[in-house]
């Protein structure tokens, strides 16, 4: 599937280091959402962007930086995480708010 | 009442069951209802979007009464690779979609 991709699928980090998370949509859509989802627990929403524009942060640490420089792109710089951080990091694309949203893969997150 | 809140689960079924899930939301004025499901360490996917009059596609069908603010999901004839964990999503006050935790189904052989 190619409908949303995200690189890479997996990392491992030290709490120094800095890296990037991408994601990519084909779907010609407008909204895209970065979410973070922990062992056995749901899923939990950290940034929405419509038509480039962040509308939403859930009160997300500012070791997580997102950016969004077009509609088809978003990033999650990282900087300074905690082991805490280490999780499954989930992107989605969607119509528009109300409408369906479509997931990739994924990054599977470790924080040594 | 939670924004979205479904059967804690798991469900432990046969191989050829009928099988319900159930999920009330607490914005009444919702207007989107969507089932995803996840297998284990994948990401969600669509599993069907419901409909006010109800929807049916295959041996899963979609149930939505807006009154009781309730969601449901009917998994008839169950298969193998029916387990995976069920999430109830609905939109919230803002408009930006809102997943249930999740209802773990295993179907056994």
């Known amino acids: 599937e190619t409908g949303v991709t995200q690189t890479p699928r997996h990392l491992v980090m030290g709490m120094t280091n800095k890296k990037s998370l991408k994601c990519e949509q084909h779907?010609?859509?407008?909204?895209m959402y970065w979410y973070k989802q922990s062992a056995k627990k749901p899923l939990e929403l950290m940034f929405v962007y419509n038509f480039k524009e962040q509308t939403e942060n859930n009160s997300v640490p500012s070791r997580f930086s997102p950016e969004c420089p077009n509609s088809s792109h978003l990033f999650l710089h990282l900087h300074t995480l905690q082991p805490e951080d280490s999780a499954l990091y989930l992107c989605?694309?969607?119509?528009?708010?109300?409408?369906?949203?479509?997931f990739g893969p994924g990054t599977r997150l470790t924080v040594l | 009442r939670k924004e979205v809140e479904q059967d804690p689960g798991p469900f432990n079924v046969p191989e050829g069951a009928t099988v319900a899930f159930n999920c009330t939301y607490s914005n009444s004025a919702s207007q989107s209802f969507f089932w995803y499901r996840q297998d284990c360490r994948k990401e969600p996917k669509l599993l069907m979007s419901?409909?006010?009059s109800g929807n049916e596609d295959g041996r899963f069908t979609a149930q939505l009464n807006r009154a009781s603010q309730y969601i449901s999901l009917l998994i008839r004839d169950s298969k193998l690779s029916d387990s995976a964990t069920y999430l109830c999503v609905v939109n919230g006050p803002q408009g930006n979609l809102i997943f249930g935790k999740g209802t773990k189904l295993s179907v056994k052989p």
């Open positions: 779907l010609g859509h407008n909204a």
């Open positions: 419901v409909y006010s």
């Open positions: 989605a694309s969607s119509g528009g708010a109300y409408n369906e949203q479509f």
